[in-house]
């Protein structure tokens, strides 16, 4: 059974980094698509950046480019995200996701992990 656990959630001030971590139990094949998705209070789930093996690609979304880097250790079957420079507006719940596929991007993830929360104060 595959199973994502995330880990580096926490309170930071804003233009302070954090870094997040999601380990990956089950799975240790290298095609993949996984990405990290955040979700605001009241606010719908959106997605942050996703990487994928299969075709190599990662993408962003608009609001994170130049400040977020995803990246990826097989060896130890960690996906993670890098966040600097972070704004109070960046405060969500961050779930990392994966689905077992050559493309890759931010819809029909079939894996989920139950979220690491970053709180970023003013």
């Known amino acids: 059974q595959v199973q994502l656990v995330e880990s580096g959630g926490g309170s930071v001030q804003a233009g302070g980094s954090l870094r997040l971590s999601c380990t990956v139990f089950?799975?240790?094949?290298?095609?993949?698509?996984m990405g990290w998705f955040r979700q605001a209070p009241g606010k719908e789930r959106e997605g942050v950046a996703v990487l994928g093996t299969g075709v190599p690609t990662t993408y962003y979304a608009d609001s994170v480019k130049g400040r977020f880097t995803i990246s990826q250790d097989n060896a130890k079957n960690t996906l993670y995200l890098q966040m600097n420079s972070l704004k109070p507006e960046d405060t969500a719940m961050y779930s990392c996701?994966?689905?077992?596929?050559?493309?890759?991007?931010?819809?029909?993830?079939?894996?989920w992990g139950k979220g690491t929360l970053v709180t970023v104060s003013s």
């Open positions: 996701a994966a689905r077992f596929s050559f493309s890759c991007d931010f819809y029909g993830m079939d894996y």
């Open positions: 089950g799975y240790t094949d290298s095609t993949y698509c």
